[in-house]
């Protein structure tokens, strides 16, 4: 355990939790709503401080970051719990057990800045589980990351509190916010959370921030997937981050708590792209589905394909530094020159120490 920051006692005895936007308030012994963060003799402790359920290697395109040094490997791992309650969760193994239930290993900020290293990736990403709720342990493990010359990685749902993030988020490169839906309803049935805390961490990323970042909508027929939802999305993206933020329109498989529900049409995402280069937004991409097309970044300026994708896996690579041969530069965080990733097919391995 490690004694939480972001946390006042309220007059009554009970502990105020201020990490996110649910204000947990705890009396002796519980725990909140993401489970690992407890009220333990009138204190808050961390209790996903310096644990993990496993650690993987994946590629960066799986986050999913197509803007931030493609074809790159990412150190992944995540903890126990979650601060959101998504009835259609696709790691509910992870997010909705406590860290026991989750067969947690202990380890330490310094242990996993030297996987990364020893296994050569260039970041190290908080995931699988949202890391807002080991805010702490992000913090600390990020920091030395950068210390090390390595990037760091958060993997989200955006639901902090403005006094929280820029502390979660100081030594942060690069973020995927997941954007659920565009409706308060499909927040408060679905996440039992709501929409706007997320679209100001979205609005703080881009105003206040050098934060790469780029936003996941996970379609579910007949929950958010309708044009008129997606055009509304697509609207607001343009107005508050511009056109050259990545947006990842993907596709859901039936889980957890929302298993009556089929699994997303291939067609469903084609259209959600479709509506979005209509809109403007200049890089759009679907995922969890074989399309090439869908999956591949394009020069805005020429239509050349400049990284050609296949599911996770880098095909073709025609980027120069940043920048495409007819000169347009390509918004994002790419690899040095000289250091350009060879095409690849991606592979995902499980680690231990």
Not at 56 to 66: G, Q, R, S, T, W
Not at 95 to 119: N, Y
Not at 132 to 159: H, N, P
Not at 233 to 251: E, M, Q, R, Y
Request: aromatic share 12%; charged share 20%.
């Amino acid at each position: 355990m490690k004694e939480a920051l972001w946390w006042q006692t309220e007059d009554d005895g009970k502990i105020l939790c201020t990490l996110c936007p649910r204000f947990c308030r705890l009396g002796e012994g519980q725990a909140g709503f993401c489970y690992i963060r407890k009220n333990v003799g009138g204190k808050l402790y961390s209790l996903g401080y310096g644990t993990s359920t496993g650690f993987a290697i994946d590629p960066i395109e799986k986050k999913p970051l197509n803007h931030f040094l493609p074809g790159t490997g990412v150190l992944s791992f995540g903890t126990a719990g979650c601060n959101l309650g998504c009835r259609f969760c696709q790691n509910w193994s992870i997010s909705k057990a406590k860290l026991d239930e989750a067969h947690s290993l202990g380890t330490s900020p310094k242990k996993v800045v030297q996987l990364a290293i020893r296994h050569q990736v260039p970041s190290i990403a908080f995931t699988y589980n949202d890391p807002v709720i080991w805010g702490e342990f992000v913090i600390d493990i990020s920091r030395l990351a950068r210390e090390q010359g390595l990037k760091s990685v958060m993997v989200t749902a955006g639901y902090i509190t403005p006094e929280a993030r820029p502390d979660v988020y100081r030594y942060i490169d690069a973020a995927n916010v997941d954007l659920k839906a565009f409706t308060e309803r499909f927040y408060h049935k679905i996440t039992f959370s709501h929409l706007d805390p997320v679209l100001d961490t979205l609005k703080w990323l881009k105003n206040e921030t050098d934060i790469w970042f780029e936003i996941t909508n996970l379609m579910i027929p007949d929950e958010n997937d309708s044009p008129e939802e997606t055009q509304q999305l697509c609207d607001w993206v343009l107005k508050n981050l511009g056109d050259s933020v990545p947006l990842h329109f993907t596709a859901f498989h039936p889980d957890f708590r929302m298993t009556d529900k089929p699994k997303t049409p291939a067609a469903t995402l084609k259209r959600a792209r479709q509506i979005a280069l209509s809109a403007g937004i200049k890089y759009c991409y679907v995922g969890n589905v074989f399309d090439d097309e869908g999956q591949t970044t394009y020069c805005p300026a020429c239509g050349k394909a400049l990284i050609r994708r296949s599911w996770h896996d880098i095909l073709e690579y025609n980027l120069v530094g940043d920048s495409c041969s007819c000169g347009q530069t390509i918004p994002g965080r790419f690899v040095a020159q000289g250091l350009v990733p060879k095409p690849r097919r991606g592979r995902v391995y499980s680690l231990g120490f």
